[in-house]
């Protein structure tokens, strides 16, 4: 089975093209807003996917075009990846401890959107992106990728 697939998305406010992995291989990561490069850094240097996301954004307006749309096509890309979801196994959960934080995410890879995204954040940027940005991005990629999430 092939664990792939390459997405691409280009609107006028944003082109973007992924390479998706499930199994492993370079992660390299450029939208223009650096914390999101960070956070996907770390999603596919932990997950083991091999992942490579370039976007180019009207980041001189703001991140909101570039940030949900990095969702649209990162979610495209897992749904495609996972195909008829062989070998995988359907509920996952977790809690994630860092420094100050404690995250938790559970998941249904069912084929049914769903996001409930319960989190407060203290500032209202983090780096440049706008916070309010990351619950746009998190219901982009489970509506796109077709699974539900609870994140906190």
């Known amino acids: 089975m092939n664990r792939e697939a390459i997405i691409?998305?280009?609107t006028k406010e944003t082109d973007i093209t992924a390479s998706l992995k499930l199994d492993g291989g370079e992660v390299k990561i450029d939208t223009g807003i650096g914390f999101l490069d960070h956070?996907?850094?770390?999603?596919?240097?932990?997950g083991g996917f091999g992942l490579t996301l370039e976007a180019k954004g009207?980041?001189?307006?703001?991140?909101?075009?570039?940030?949900?749309?990095?969702?649209i096509v990162l979610g495209k890309a897992f749904c495609e990846a996972l195909g008829d979801k062989g070998g995988i196994v359907r509920?996952?959960?977790?809690?994630?401890?860092?420094?100050?934080?404690?995250?938790?995410?559970?998941?249904d890879i069912s084929g049914r959107p769903f996001l409930v995204f319960n989190a407060e954040f203290?500032?209202?940027k983090i780096g440049e992106l706008d916070a309010c940005l990351?619950?746009?991005?998190?219901?982009?990629?489970?509506?796109?990728?077709g699974i539900t999430l609870h994140l906190r």
Request: glycine fraction near 8%; hydrophobic fraction near 45%; charge should be negative.
């Open 8 to 10: 691409t998305r280009k």
């Open 39 to 46: 956070m996907l850094t770390a999603l596919g240097v932990h």
């Open 58 to 71: 009207d980041l001189y307006v703001d991140g909101h075009h570039t940030a949900e749309d990095v969702g």
């Open 91 to 107: 509920y996952g959960s977790a809690f994630i401890p860092m420094d100050e934080a404690l995250g938790f995410c559970a998941v």
């Open 122 to 124: 203290v500032n209202e």
């Open 134 to 145: 990351i619950e746009e991005f998190m219901r982009a990629f489970a509506f796109n990728a």
